[in-house]
């Protein structure tokens, strides 16, 4: 069974910075595409950015294209969500998902595993 434990979630202003970390456990994360999706209060989910199990492809939602970064450490089991110039419409609660397929999904229903979540909240 695999777990995604997520964290490095918190409180920062607007243009500032975090990084999200997601840790996997219990299966061959290096044979995963990760994604990581968030979702606002009163607003439905939706994805963010996503990464290939070696890392060969990336997509991003227009919103973050240019501010996000996704990456990953197969040898530490790890995806990273570089998160820059944050907005106050970034704040929502982020989740990372793992997809046992090699294709790089930007649909949620195609994501067989999911964290918990970490909650992002950008002041103005």
């Known amino acids: 069974h695999v777990q995604l434990v997520e964290s490095g979630g918190g409180l920062v202003q607007a243009g500032g910075s975090l990084r999200l970390s997601c840790a996997a456990s219990?299966?061959?994360?290096?044979?995963?595409?990760m994604g990581w999706f968030r979702q606002a209060p009163g607003k439905e989910g939706e994805f963010v950015a996503a990464?290939?199990?070696?890392?060969?492809?990336?997509r991003y939602a227009d919103s973050v294209k240019g501010r996000f970064t996704i990456s990953r450490d197969n040898a530490k089991n790890t995806v990273y969500l570089q998160m820059n110039t944050l907005k106050p419409e970034d704040t929502a609660n982020y989740y990372c998902?793992?997809?046992?397929?090699?294709?790089?999904?930007?649909?949620?229903?195609?994501?067989?595993?999911w964290g918990q979540g970490t909650q992002v909240t950008v002041s103005s």
């Open positions: 998902a793992a997809d046992r397929t090699i294709i790089t999904s930007l649909r949620a229903s195609d994501y067989d595993y």
């Open positions: 219990g299966g061959t994360f290096s044979t995963y595409t």
């Open positions: 990464i290939s199990w070696r890392a060969s492809s990336t």
